[in-house]
């Protein structure tokens, strides 16, 4: 089946610094990938739509200069969150889907900003 | 994407059958509807998905009903593995379409 990896599943860092989060297709190419944030106990809410070789789409009231994306392959989307502060620690998850209906969802990246 | 109305919790003990519930009158016609699960602290897990008939896959089947009005995710033999939050979403077909969550059910399966 489509598998989905993310990079690294867990990171801690210091407020003010920037951290790369890595999100893999592993087995098929994906035009689109989509991150996600959860903070805990709440739902996954949408933040940003990837598209391999043009800029990323945000939802509302997420800042597209604090959450960088690139999806410079049909393998690869990184988040980079600039600037991290402790209000940024979250669950942070992507998806993609090789062609067709499904959506399959990377294992989620904890990151706690200290 | 339409909306989805599912309840907030649900119990079912280990090895009977769970029968999640999900409203979704506003669905259109070309919206299919999708389950998805969370274990906790990992990312979701597709379960399965469908149009206006029925389906069954090796985890779960799904019953639609005529007016697409409301489905039923059904776990014929819940384990304790099956402990998640489900979701039931509607959206229109294609990978490139965003997965909107809502609150889902929190299934606790008891032994």
């Known amino acids: 089946g489509a598998v989905v990896s993310q990079h690294p599943s867990w990171v801690i860092c210091k407020s003010g610094t920037s951290v790369k989060i890595e999100c893999r297709s592993l087995?098929?190419?994906?035009?689109?990938m989509f991150w996600y944030r959860q903070f805990p106990k709440q739902s996954l809410m949408l933040m940003a739509t990837s598209n391999e070789g043009s800029k990323a789409t945000y939802e509302q009231g997420v800042e597209k200069d604090k959450f960088l994306i690139n999806h410079a392959s049909l393998t690869l989307s990184t988040l980079t969150v600039t600037s991290a502060h402790p209000e940024d620690s979250s669950f942070y998850i992507c998806?993609?889907?090789?062609?067709?209906?499904?959506?399959?969802f990377g294992p989620g990246t904890r990151l706690t900003v200290l | 994407d339409a909306k989805t109305t599912q309840p907030t919790s649900m119990d079912c003990a280990e090895g009977r059958a769970a029968n999640l519930p999900c409203n979704h009158s506003t669905i259109s016609g070309n919206e299919y509807v999708y389950w998805y699960r969370q274990i906790h602290s990992q990312g979701p897990q597709y379960i399965i998905h469908g149009l206006k008939n029925n389906e069954t896959n090796e985890m779960a089947s799904l019953i639609i009903t005529e007016d697409r009005k409301s489905s039923t995710l059904i776990l014929p033999h819940a384990t304790l593995r099956d402990t998640a939050v489900y979701y039931c979403?509607?959206?229109?077909?294609?990978?490139?379409?965003?997965?909107?969550f809502g609150i889902g059910t929190k299934l606790q399966v008891i032994p």
């Open positions: 998806s993609a889907s090789p062609a067709g209906h499904e959506q399959f």
């Open positions: 087995d098929f190419q994906a035009t689109t």
């Open positions: 979403i509607v959206r229109g077909s294609g990978g490139y379409q965003k997965v909107t």
